[in-house]
């Protein structure tokens, strides 16, 4: 079992829709969660991060974190096609003095006009 | 405007030779990390640094070293031992601990070994 699942999609949406992304970590221990958007051929860019169970709104997008299933999702609202881009969920390693981000391989989004 | 400066964007080298790529940052940042990505695939970390002079290894670091002399600079060689080095390396940085502090990266740099 990986570390940190993603379904690779591509996840294809109309604009105007909303856009769900699902992550699964497999370290218990972990406690901090990142999104990181990735356009082709450049460089992560931070999204969000969370660290309690629920809900985190920024803006359109929404993180959610359930501890408990072991699950973190990013819901972007009223998706635009400058949306479309590779979505990139990360964990820290349980152990925290370790330094180590965990990323998964990432979703492929694309948002139709 | 602060940021991490890696150079150069893209780098070319034959087989066999090392090859060196820089990573500046002026965030004051204590922490510096190296990520490799190949196509389709998340970022897997080479080697990662918390504090200058002082560096631990990553999932994949053979083949691969690094230096903290300074608190802004890290860069990371690739030797002649890395078996398949052609991929996009990301260096990045954070101002302490992962716990709680996200990871900034720069713009990359792309090896092509032939």
């Known amino acids: 079992q990986k570390e940190v699942e993603q379904n690779s999609g591509p996840l294809s949406v109309p604009e105007g829709a909303i856009a769900s992304l699902n992550c699964t970590y497999s370290d218990r221990g972990s406690q901090s969660f990142f999104w990181y958007r990735q356009y082709s051929g450049k460089s992560p860019e931070l999204i969000m991060f969370?660290?309690?169970?629920g809900d985190k709104e920024d803006g359109r997008f929404t993180a959610q974190l359930n501890k408990a299933s072991q699950y973190v999702s990013l819901l972007i609202r009223d998706s635009q096609p400058s949306d479309s881009a590779t979505y990139l969920c990360a964990v820290n390693s349980g152990s925290s003095n370790t330094g180590k981000l965990i990323f998964g391989q990432g979703t492929t989004l694309q948002v139709k006009p | 405007d602060g940021g991490i400066t890696q150079s150069p964007k893209y780098l070319f080298r034959k087989e066999g030779q090392n090859v060196t790529l820089s990573c500046e940052q002026n965030?004051?940042?204590?922490?510096m990390y190296w990520y490799r990505q190949d196509p389709g695939q998340g970022l897997r970390l080479i080697y990662y640094s918390q504090i200058v002079n002082d560096f631990q290894k990553g999932d994949i670091a053979e083949g691969y070293s690094v230096s903290r002399e300074k608190k802004e600079s890290f860069p990371l060689t690739v030797t002649s031992a890395q078996k398949n080095p052609t991929a996009f390396y990301l260096c990045?940085?954070?101002?302490?601990?992962?716990?709680?502090?996200?990871?900034?990266f720069g713009n990359g740099t792309r090896l092509t070994v032939t």
């Open positions: 969370i660290y309690s169970n």
């Open positions: 965030l004051n940042h204590d922490a």
């Open positions: 990045a940085s954070s101002e302490g601990q992962l716990l709680l502090s996200p990871l900034h």
